[in-house]
């Protein structure tokens, strides 16, 4: 049996080109040209363990194989950085905590449809939208006829299970203060589980977030968090990406990016709002929307 773990498989520059265009159309991300190397090394256990003789095989296997669409789901896993925490970004959540809730609960309180709606985009292994749902608890704004849901959308289906298990350890607590953890987690064997009252605010669906149909049955949503997700795509994808979040947005509802994000070169569709520490975009409370 061809195993390529025995040999220094190479990566020519035409199956890069070949591969990094295909993750790009289909999943946003990009590489650039100097990111061969690693490129190279994320994927070269995928060929040792589906027997693939080369990076041009494993193109084609990932277009044309039998069992392309679990490989898919494979080479997402390995391409994604996880890397995440609770409370990750304080200074964006204390915006959310002091004035998004607020100003959705004075919008929404006014009339019959008493509802909070948040989406967690590329949610990852789940600490974001468990994050907010606590936050909305800890608010005490939204138990009396209120519905809240907070979606946590992601592509990765190993990062969802992790996600819906609900069970952490020490590397997601690193910004999370003792008071938090005794009031919102159980311990669980070494670990810490996220209590009952938090994760029925919760639920997460496998999605891409350049697909439409990921987003079906969410709109209108109050607040979209999308934060260091979009570094790793193409201002192409990046106009789809936020083309969705546009169309998902009630009127007056809030976007998050990452600190190192920015629509300055994307839509001039939302309007920046800036606070001590931290940004957001709002979508025009108005009638005449621009397109993104």
């Excluded at 994927?43 to 679990?70: C, I, K, M, T």
């Excluded at 990852?124 to 006829?145: K, R």
């Excluded at 309007?271 to 957001?280: C, D, E, L, S």
Aim: aromatic fraction near 12%.
């Amino acid at each position: 049996m061809f195993r390529p773990s025995d040999h220094d498989l190479e990566l020519s520059e035409e199956e890069f080109r070949l591969l990094r265009d295909f993750v790009h159309e289909r999943f946003g991300l990009f590489f650039e040209d100097g990111q061969r190397a690693s490129f190279k090394a994320r994927l070269a256990g995928r060929l040792a363990s589906l027997d693939l003789r080369s990076f041009e095989d494993y193109y084609h296997y990932l277009r044309f194989g039998p069992q392309r669409n679990e490989e898919l789901r494979s080479v997402i896993t390995h391409l994604t950085n996880n890397e995440t925490y609770f409370y990750r970004e304080p200074s964006q959540l204390q915006v959310f905590s002091d004035h998004v809730l607020r100003s959705v609960k004075e919008r929404r309180g006014q009339g019959a449809e008493r509802r909070l709606r948040v989406l967690s985009a590329g949610c990852s292994s789940g600490e974001e939208p468990y994050t907010l749902a606590m936050i909305v608890y800890d608010s005490g704004q939204f138990f009396w006829n209120w519905e809240v849901q907070v979606v946590g959308l992601d592509v990765d289906s190993t990062a969802l299970d992790k996600a819906r298990r609900g069970v952490y350890y020490h590397n997601s607590f690193r910004s999370v203060r003792p008071d938090v953890v005794e009031r919102h987690f159980l311990r669980k064997g070494s670990g810490q589980e996220v209590k009952e009252g938090v994760r029925r605010l919760v639920q997460f669906r496998e999605g891409n977030l350049l697909d439409a149909s990921s987003y079906e049955g969410l709109a209108p949503v109050d607040v979209v968090l999308c934060r260091n997700v979009l570094i790793y795509f193409s201002d192409e994808a990046i106009r789809r990406v936020v083309r969705h979040f546009h169309g998902l947005l009630d009127r007056g509802g809030f976007l998050f990016l990452g600190h190192a994000e920015s629509l300055a070169r994307i839509t001039d569709a939302f309007t920046p709002v800036r606070f001590k520490g931290a940004m957001i975009y709002q979508k025009p409370d108005t009638g005449g929307e621009a397109a993104p």
